[in-house]
């Protein structure tokens, strides 16, 4: 299957500060990678989604950025805020309908 | 609002036993998938399916079948289980139509194998 790579796997900010969390790929045909957000014992969510005929997409305190040239995408969070802190995973599909994820990253905010 | 919902918080099975994870979800979607989760691994795709009998496999299908018999639910069977099968199992579900889709996630198992 495709191999996804996210980096860091564990991110601590203060309150206030950005965080950014990247993934890499190597399916050219990939073409939707979404985010998802999951909070300690619940289950994953969808926070924020790009397709790939659109280079950057901004909701509120979040963006996703994609490259695919580079073949990489980055999550981008403005302002963190505790209730930020949760593991976030990225992922990605092509056309077969089948979701590929990453290895997911732990991201503190401290007060 | 979709609810996907899965029959155990969690499940303590002996090795050997055949074990049954359940999924259901109530929004009519056409895709099902089961993954599980384990710590620095991400989500690993078990097996997914996009219609009634219909089933593929996804990175991980070694120890595992899957039934779905009706569009609503997808159930998950470890034919005879294992200690390295010991997982957070998480159900997922999407629509086809208009490309791709969110996936909504059930609230997961928590199985361990003795």
């Known amino acids: 299957g495709e191999n996804v790579e996210q980096h860091p796997s564990t991110l601590s900010v203060q309150e206030g500060d950005s965080a950014v969390i990247k993934c890499t790929y190597s399916?050219?045909?990939?073409?939707?990678f979404p985010w998802y957000k999951q909070e300690l014992g619940k289950r994953p969510q969808l926070i924020i989604d790009?397709?790939?005929?659109?280079g950057e997409k901004k909701d509120q305190r979040i963006a996703v950025t994609l490259n695919k040239t580079a073949k990489h995408f980055s999550l981008h969070i403005t302002e963190t805020q505790p209730e930020d802190s949760a593991v976030y995973f990225c992922?990605?599909?092509?056309?077969?309908?089948?979701?590929?994820f990453g290895t997911g990253t732990s991201l503190t905010v401290i007060p | 609002d979709v609810k996907v919902t899965q029959s155990s918080r969690y499940l303590v099975k002996r090795t050997g036993e055949k074990v049954f994870l359940e999924c259901v979800q109530d929004?009519?979607?056409?895709?099902m998938f089961w993954y599980r989760q384990d710590p620095g691994l991400g989500l690993r795709l078990i097996y997914f399916?996009?219609?009634?009998?219909?089933?593929e496999k996804g990175d991980i299908p070694e120890g595992y079948s899957v039934s779905r018999e009706k569009k609503e639910r997808f159930s998950l069977i470890l034919e005879s289980a294992s200690t390295n099968q010991t997982s957070m199992y998480l159900c997922a579900s999407s629509i086809i139509a208009g490309g791709y889709n969110e996936q909504f996630f059930g609230p997961g198992t928590r199985l361990t194998v003795l």
């Open positions: 929004m009519d979607h056409e895709n």
């Open positions: 399916s996009y219609d009634v009998k219909m089933k």
């Open positions: 790009i397709r790939s005929n659109v």
């Open positions: 399916d050219s045909a990939s073409n939707y």
């Open positions: 992922a990605l599909a092509n056309t077969g309908n089948q979701f590929y």
